[in-house]
């Protein structure tokens, strides 16, 4: 609705923002910049406490803005634990934009927090594209997004944001989490850096935007910005239909592909291609473009009807994979390995005794096939 767009039509419209990014302008003043804090206190906000078990008082819906000297600007989502008035520490998974940025820098790294950004740009900052590629661009040719310089450094932020935190990522360590994650379970207390705030900028009478973790929010914003990438990645190999991440993976780890299968290797292929569109993901089914991919029973009916797991099924051991499996193996400092598995539910062409009839494996119509 934020975006004037409907259901079905986010996911051209994602698609279309990936292919042509747009600048966002620079304005001068800004309903962010309304009230400007140079002495912070962290306390005074309402930043949450989820359970009992919570490192500690965790903001969930913030985007990290910070700049690559090489790449230019990057956008991402972060956690981030409150440790007192002027200090965060932060989830920052290794290799993605904002660690990569951190990773190569000696000095602290100038961020900038917004908390109840628009909603472009929180679809935007949930995206990973190639790190040359500007959130704010995607974010701007989805919905304009005028943006306005920072005030203690040099970083632009989107002008409509309700509060934006400006600071350092330092080099200093501490223990983060424990905090739920996307999977509904307890993501593990890792080394993390620490962040300090150096200004506090805000609308007059500012909305404290929170995420539940695991909840609705967090999955919509996780799995349905990978959709685009991996229709993107399956149309190079076959026609692809359609693709959705299913909320019952936590919105990550499942994807169901929709193809029109034009030669006997597309399902094979389109299982290879998705893992490439989206590498967190762990098992993918293909099927057919009768079957309504976002309905949990018809995809189970096609492979209760059209697969066959000696024939059907692809299991790639020991992959890089996503740190927020729980059964997948995890080693501090190095890469999430799990095993992967591909379904081709899609209509076999040919069995063992020779080609195969289409319309033995499609579902009866009654009004149709009873001349009504
Ligand atoms: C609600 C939400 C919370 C997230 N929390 C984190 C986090 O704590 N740490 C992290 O590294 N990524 C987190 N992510 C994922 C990043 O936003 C995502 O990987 C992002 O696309 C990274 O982009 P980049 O590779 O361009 O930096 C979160 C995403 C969402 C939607």
Known sequence: MALNVNEGDLLPALLRALKQPATPPLVESAPCQEVVEKSVDLESM???????????????????????PE?????????????????????????????????????DVPIAI??????????AGAISPSPEVDELSIAHALAPLPVVRCI?????????????????????????????????????????????????????DPIYQALLPGGPEHKMLMGMPREPTIYAAVSEVCECRDVHITPGGASWLHAVVQISKQTPEDGRRAMEAAFR????????????????????????????TRFQADRDLAVMPDQPSS????????????????????????????????????DDFEQVNYFEDSGQ
């Open 277 to 304: 569109g989206h590498t967190s993901l762990k098992h993918v089914v293909v099927v057919d473009d009768d079957i309504d991919l976002r309905d949990a029973q018809a995809v189970e009916w096609a492979i209760a």
């Open 152 to 204: 203690s450094n040099d970083l632009c932020v989107p002008a409509e944001t309700e509060i934006v935190l400006e600071g350092r990522i330092t080099h200093q360590m501490i223990d983060e989490g424990p905090f739920i994650d996307l999977t509904g379970t307890f993501d593990i207390v890792r080394s993390q850096p620490i962040i300090e705030i150096d200004c506090i900028t805000h609308r007059a």
């Open 114 to 123: 917004c908390i109840g950004a628009p909603i472009q740009a929180q679809l």
């Open 71 to 107: 790449t230019g600007r990057n956008v991402a989502f972060h956690r981030l634990q409150r440790l007192d008035t002027r200090r965060f520490t932060a989830r920052l998974i290794e290799n993605r934009g904002t660690h990569r940025i951190w990773s190569r820098t000696a000095e």
């Open 323 to 358: 740190s927020l499996d729980p059964s997948a193996t995890q080693v501090p400092g190095e890469k999430t390995r799990t095993a992967k598995m591909g379904l081709d539910a899609t209509i076999p062409w040919d069995g063992p005794a020779g080609p195969l009839a289409p």
């Open 46 to 68: 309402p930043i949450l406490t989820h359970t009992r078990q919570d490192g500690g008082p965790y903001v969930t819906a913030g985007i990290v803005v910070s700049d690559d």
